[in-house]
T-cell receptor
């Protein structure tokens, strides 16, 4: 079956512009996660959704970042007024149930964001 | 302090050598999970193994083996008879519960190069 898909695969934007990153989880997966991976670094956990709700938004780096999910399916990560420090690969993952600690996460290919 | 520490940034081995990737974690949770993921050059993270905090049995899967020791808070990964296809970045991850919800931490990764 289809895995996690993300779009766009690459995004180049100018500083100050808003961007929207999209994630389509594996069909039927209840939990969805967003991570940021800066060049040569590990994954930084941003937020996860149980269904359409996010129990904890404290991982979002600033109030310029927001995420939403609808229909227990697609999720959008929005970055407003982008800064050069936002340049990174944004990874999405999904897992079958409610995002419990022990769940295996299945990752998408990521969106490479470059802010000029 | 880092929740997950992978002290080895880069490792190079010659094909057929054995190699161990180290992972040290920090948590106050009594129920937590540890993971290893592989990120090949193509970029998509691939799940390798999951361990819960109550199961300290070591596991072997083909050429891969994992050594979980709670006494030293370590979860090391060994590849036996390495192959060129093993070249990738390997991430160790910890999942625990905090009062704001489940949290997921990744190490900074170890880049493994297997030289033919």
């Amino acid at each position: 079956g289809a895995g996690v898909s993300q779009s766009p695969s690459n995004k180049v934007t100018e500083k100050g512009k808003d961007v929207e990153l999209r994630c389509d989880p594996i069909s039927g997966h209840t939990a969805l996660y967003w991570y940021r991976q800066r060049l040569g670094q590990g994954l930084e956990f941003l937020i996860y959704f149980q269904g359409n709700s996010a129990p904890d938004k404290s991982g979002l780096p600033s109030d310029r970042f927001s995420a939403e999910r609808t229909g227990e399916s697609v999720s959008t990560l929005t970055i407003q007024r982008t800064q050069q420090e936002d340049s990174a690969v944004y990874l999405c993952a999904s897992s079958p149930t409610r995002g419990g600690r022990g769940e295996t996460q299945y990752f998408g290919p990521g969106t490479r964001l470059l802010v000029l | 302090a880092q929740k997950v520490t992978q002290a080895q940034t880069e490792i190079s081995v010659v094909e057929k050598e054995d190699v161990t990737l180290d992972c040290v974690y920090e948590t106050r949770d009594t129920t937590y999970y540890l993971f290893w993921y592989k990120q090949p050059p193509s970029g998509e993270l691939v799940f390798l193994i999951r361990r819960n905090s109550f199961d300290e049995q070591n596991e072997i899967s083909g050429r891969y083996s994992w050594n979980f020791q709670k006494s030293t808070s370590s979860f090391n990964f060994t590849i036996t008879a390495s192959q060129v296809v093993d070249s990738a970045v390997y991430f160790c991850a910890l999942s625990e519960y905090q009062n704001t919800g489940n949290q997921f931490y990744f190490g900074t990764g170890t880049s493994l190069t297997v030289i033919p």
